[in-house]
């Protein structure tokens, strides 16, 4: 009798492990050595699914922003596997023990009402904190031109060399400072008339424990409350759709968070053209008096927005 309790208890616990929902990774916890403050790179994970079901990547988290990770591919048939790859800058980490921890939210497709499983991953590192660059991100406010500074300090003997400098953003331009100053070096990053984005300077190097060093850039727009709508006010087609665009003075961006409307009618919220939104309104019916849409924007500044869905 006790045999054949244990049986049927291994018997269990096999067949979970085999049709349950699971991830595993390889590895889990990720050494990556170590590395001199201000690397770039790449921390690479292999993930399989040793199922017997379909698992899909819903969604792939990261303990901070330095650390951005995506999937080579989201859906996962049984026995399949897929690399997880996560781009690592150090600049902002203050040195000595450093961890960065990714995790990856997922289920079963064919089972969506089930509560999504998540697998943790974890890459480590010791941050040799030799050079100090500051400041560790170029902020500019506005789409006028300006400039700033970056310092690159090291007191070591030969001190670092830079072999080149790029930056992704088109009106952003660098150029070395002459500080005549052994391992002080002054990197002028200039920003000509542009929109607002975010982007890097990068600073290719002859250090092998950081040969590649990221500075990132925030190029912030000015904010204004005015968000024009076109149509001022609804037209309803005879279908019972209206097309609506919003959009802001000097071609800033238009970023909605959520649209709230009254019962009856629903809505779609489109990026563009260009920097503007549109809201795709559809009605069922006649629309009750006083229908209102509300429009909440991620910039908290501009408000919200108050449209009379009535036509009448």
Known sequence: MVRLVLAYLIFVIQNQSIHGQTLTADPENLNLGKLGRGWSGEALWTIANPTSNPLQILE?????????????????????????????????????????????????????????????????????????????????????PGQSQLNI?????????????????????????????????SLLIMKKQGPATRGFVVLETD?????????????????????????????WSPSGTCRMILSRPGDLLVRVEKVE?????????????????????????????????TVRFEKKELGQLIIDLDEN
């Open 60 to 144: 792939i988290r990261s303990g901070c922003n330095c650390v951005e990770a995506k999937a080579e591919k989201n859906l996962l048939s049984p026995g399949a596997s897929t690399k997880i790859r996560a781009h690592i800058r150090t600049l902002s980490q203050a040195g000595g023990k450093s961890s960065w921890k990714v995790t990856i939210h997922f289920q079963n497709p064919n089972t969506p009402r089930e509560e999504p499983k998540t697998l943790a991953l974890l890459a480590t590192a010791e941050l040799v904190a030799d050079l100090r660059i500051e400041p560790t991100i170029i902020s500019f406010k506005g789409a006028g």
């Open 261 to 293: 409307v009254s019962e009856g009618v629903s809505v779609s919220v489109l990026r563009g053209p260009g920097p503007r939104t549109t809201l795709d309104f559809r009605k069922n019916g006649q629309t009750p008096a006083g229908s209102k849409a």
């Open 153 to 185: 300090l090291d007191n070591r003997s030969p001190p670092i060399r830079i072999l080149k400098t790029t930056t992704n953003i088109p009106s952003i331009s660098t150029r070395w400072a002459d500080n005549g100053i052994p391992g002080n070096q």
């Open 207 to 235: 250090d092998p424990s950081r040969p590649r060093i990221e500075i990132p850039i925030h190029i912030e727009e000015t904010l204004t409350n005015a968000v024009q709508v076109t149509p001022s006010r609804i037209q």
